[in-house]
């Protein structure tokens, strides 16, 4: 009995491993990945996979850099802050022309609420799903995004050079 509870172990670890290849790249050179629902988490071709998030820049359709903007894709909400996340680092540097250096996790699908960065900071507790979509002000929304050069640390220290490229 033992031996076959051993051998149904040894046959299931044996059946789990396969090596993923890269060969159907045509820079390939045979080099193995490691995947995780479909996400390479190795290299490939000898080249490290860029994780490091780019910093963005952002319009909005008006005056609302002192609200706190939360994320709705098809009617659902995909991103909203705790109040604890909302600090003045979290508040966007104006690079004028209208555009906004994000240090709020805004996306293209950000839509501001009527809650401002001092209001909402002193919650005690994150507001419920519908009452954030309630505070959601009509027609408050991104308008345009752009990804800079530089990551997301890099960009508040860059500021000047911001500015030009979203000249």
Known sequence: ?????????????LCGCSKKNVSDSPDSTDIPVAEASGVALGYKSSKPVNAIPMATAFRMSGDYADHIAITIVNGNITYFPAPTDITDSSRPISLGNGWWLNRQGISANSVFTRYTFEEY???RQVPTIKELKASVIPGARVTEMYTLPYTISEAPSKISEIRDILK
């Not at 031996?3 to 046959?11: E, M, P, S």
Request: charged share 20%; glycine share 6%.
């Open 121 to 123: 900071s002193k919650l």
């Open 1 to 13: 009995m033992k031996r076959i509870f051993t051998g149904i172990i040894a046959i299931t670890v």
